[in-house]
């Protein structure tokens, strides 16, 4: 399988209730909580695009988008 | 996959509470139906009463939510008069085994087709924190605040010893693994029983000093271990998740096609 290449991380801030299960359990620690306690992708450049974020979410609040998609 | 053709978007976001493993369960479902290509409208998600049981109003299939402990009874209603269809049944683990305890092993026994995923948060959320058939000896509950003298019951072994044809357990934790075993389950043809481990920050993990849903979705990563891994062997404490049994037998809406057939012959 060719190599995943991020296009974005689609966030829903609406959803996203801040239980910060993808920020601690993302592999590359691309993501982080902001000042009010929704997912933000701080550092995309370094995102791998497991998509274990996505798949962890509760709130189904965050999508991995990807070129290949 | 889009996540979003599945489910009923006006009522999100849901009342689940932050971190709740539910949710998870959720977002598994939906990616093993995206994988089985069943149409929407060939299944039926029929739930009973709890926070697990809102799930089916999430969720953009022909959904049934009914009375506490008896969504088997339902689903075995829809299921002897649409065998076609495909019945999903989502359960909390109050809802499942102490509630519909005669329902599910009942259902165990006929082994009729359908799916039974018990959402195991081992707490009653939705009254405020009860301790539940699963919660286990020496847990904390708003019931139990000097600690719970019952012992629990094993679903897997439960299950297994009612009879029921596939018997797995997943984690909310695994996630590659969970969408894999409800995928297997669903296309198993008989009765599958589903345990998914899902914490309860809100309730068990704050009445049993658990710390944070980071930190309970830890727990069921060190304390989980592949079935037969050498681990199990050396901490015997560990849980074990992956298919417990699968095996084929007669399946009940076939042999009561057969029994219909004979009789008609008779008329």
């Known amino acids: 399988m060719a190599k995943l290449k991020l296009k974005t991380h689609v966030i829903n801030r609406e959803w996203c209730k801040g239980c910060g299960i993808c920020v601690h359990f993302c592999p590359k620690k691309v993501l982080e909580l902001d000042e009010f306690e929704k997912v933000v992708a701080a550092r995309p450049q370094d995102c791998i695009c497991c998509k274990l974020c996505e798949l962890r979410c509760p709130d189904l609040a965050i999508e991995v988008q990807t070129e290949q998609d | 996959m889009a996540v979003r053709d599945y489910i009923r978007e006006r009522f999100f976001p849901h009342i689940w509470c932050p971190g709740c493993g539910h949710g998870i369960v959720l977002n598994g479902l939906v990616r093993a139906v995206d994988h089985l290509g069943l149409k929407k409208n060939d299944i039926v998600m029929v739930s009973g009463i709890g926070c697990s049981s809102r799930i089916a109003g999430y969720l953009d299939?022909?959904?049934?939510?009914?009375?506490?402990?008896?969504?088997?009874?339902?689903?075995?209603?829809v299921k002897m008069s649409r065998p076609d269809l495909t019945l999903l049944v989502p359960m909390g683990d109050g809802d499942a085994l102490s509630i519909g305890g005669n329902h599910f092993i009942h259902a165990c026994r006929r082994n009729i087709d359908?799916?039974?995923?018990?959402?195991?948060?081992?707490?009653?959320?939705m009254t405020g924190g009860q301790f539940s058939p699963l919660s286990g000896h020496g847990t904390m509950a708003t019931t139990a605040p000097y600690s719970n003298i019952d012992q629990e019951f094993d679903v897997v072994t439960?299950?297994?010893?009612?009879?029921?044809?596939?018997?797995?357990?997943?984690?909310?934790?695994?996630?590659?693994?969970?969408?894999?075993?409800?995928?297997?389950?669903?296309?198993?043809?008989?009765?599958?029983?589903?345990?998914?481990?899902?914490?309860?920050?809100?309730?068990?993990?704050?009445?049993?000093?658990?710390?944070?849903?980071?930190?309970?979705?830890?727990?069921?990563?060190?304390?989980t271990t592949p079935i037969g891994s050498?681990?199990?062997?050396?901490?015997?404490?560990?849980?074990?998740?992956?298919?417990?049994?699968?095996?084929?037998?007669?399946?009940?809406?076939?042999?009561?096609?057969?029994?219909i057939e004979r009789a008609m012959k008779g008329m």
């Open chain 2, 61 to 77: 299939f022909h959904t049934l939510h009914t009375i506490h402990g008896r969504a088997l009874a339902f689903a075995i209603g």
């Open chain 2, 230 to 259: 050498k681990a199990k062997q050396e901490n015997p404490s560990l849980i074990e998740r992956g298919i417990f049994v699968k095996k084929e037998m007669p399946e009940y809406c076939a042999e009561y096609q057969k029994i």
């Open chain 2, 114 to 125: 359908m799916t039974a995923i018990v959402m195991n948060n081992r707490v009653y959320g």
């Open chain 2, 158 to 223: 439960l299950a297994t010893a009612a009879g029921a044809t596939f018997v797995a357990r997943a984690t909310a934790y695994h996630v590659q693994q969970l969408p894999d075993i409800l995928e297997e389950a669903i296309r198993h043809k008989g009765f599958s029983v589903v345990e998914v481990m899902t914490p309860c920050p809100t309730y068990f993990g704050r009445k049993n000093k658990e710390g944070s849903v980071v930190k309970m979705m830890d727990n069921l990563k060190t304390g």
